[in-house]
């Protein structure tokens, strides 16, 4: 009688990995008859089947409608001016929107920040006579950083 339980539990398990597309090797099979074999009393556990286990990155958090409407008037003032990250920051605020708005917008607005020293750049060279050094102080001055200023000058006064 022990011997048919313990069949029955081997063929089992047996239909169990094959069912599952673990494969159906005799080195497999041999083994979970052995391991069945030894614990007499071991019932086969069902296969689980996980899924994919998701991104480990954080979600974005959603913005607010008023960081929104920041981000939305900061993407305007970039298609038509040049801005400094804390250029651009100042601007909103004057705007009227709040300091964590005008904060929120302009580090979400995914302007190369580099680029916009090379605009304004070209912008202060078409309209007045910069040396480079007096070209570098300005864009500093308009908020760009030291690093900004002088990519943008770089870039635009050949």
């Not at 398990?13 to 494969?23: K, N």
């Not at 954080?58 to 929104?68: F, G, H, L, W, Y």
């Not at 102080?137 to 870039?155: D, H, I, M, N, R």
Request: charged share 25%; proline share 4%; aromatic share 10%.
């Amino acid at each position: 009688m022990k011997r048919i339980a313990v069949a029955f539990a081997v063929l089992a398990l047996a239909l169990g990995i094959v069912a599952c597309g673990e494969g159906s090797s005799s080195s497999s099979t041999s083994a979970s008859s052995e391991s069945t074999a030894k614990h007499k009393s071991a019932k086969p556990k069902p296969v689980e089947r996980t899924e994919p286990a998701e991104s480990t990155e954080p979600a974005e958090p959603t913005a607010t409608a008023s960081q929104e409407n920041a981000l939305g008037a900061a993407e305007s003032y970039l298609d038509y001016e040049a801005f400094s990250e804390t250029g651009l920051e100042k601007q909103l605020k004057f705007e009227g929107y709040s300091g964590a708005d005008a904060k929120y917008a302009a580090a979400h607005v995914g302007a190369d920040w580099n680029e916009q020293a090379a605009k304004a750049a070209e912008s202060y060279l078409e309209y007045e006579s910069f040396s480079e050094s007096g070209l570098v102080q300005q864009l500093e001055f308009e908020g760009y950083t030291p690093s900004q200023a002088e990519y943008g000058v770089s870039k635009s006064y050949r």
